[in-house]
């Protein structure tokens, strides 16, 4: 049973930024998710092993970006950006053995513990 870890979250103000890290198997794709009180788990972003291509949620885009350090190879990251109140949630990074980049929560087979994020004023 391969273990994910995450780590990073937090409270922060509106505008602020978080960075959210994980450690993950080797697998094909990596993908984070998130899930608000009452609402179900949302596609947040993915990226293939090789890091050469990464996908988002419409609500994501152009704030949030995926990626994973190239030296450990064991460390997925999601940086946040430009956080809303919206994105208030507990967020799970996530692996999949896919052969194709899956965006729903079915398609992954190891989930991390999950770390919240609060955007308030």
């Known amino acids: 049973q391969a273990e994910m870890e995450e780590s990073g979250g937090g409270s922060v103000q509106p505008g602020d930024s978080l960075r959210l890290a994980c450690t993950y198997p080797?697998?094909?794709?990596l993908g984070w998710f998130r899930q608000a009180p009452g609402m179900e788990r949302e596609f947040v972003a993915a990226?293939?092993?090789?890091?050469?291509?990464?996908?988002y949620g419409d609500s994501v885009k152009g704030r949030f970006t995926i990626s994973r350090d190239s030296a450990n190879k064991n460390t997925l990251y999601l940086r946040m950006n430009s956080l809303k109140p919206e994105d208030t949630a507990v967020y799970y990074c996530?692996?999949?053995?896919?052969?194709?980049?899956?965006?729903?929560?079915?398609?992954?087979?190891?989930w991390g513990q999950g770390t919240q994020v609060t955007v308030s004023s």
């Open positions: 080797m697998v094909n794709y």
């Open positions: 990226m293939n092993w090789r890091g050469d291509r990464k996908y």
């Open positions: 996530a692996a999949s053995e896919s052969p194709t980049v899956p965006f729903s929560v079915s398609g992954y087979r190891y």
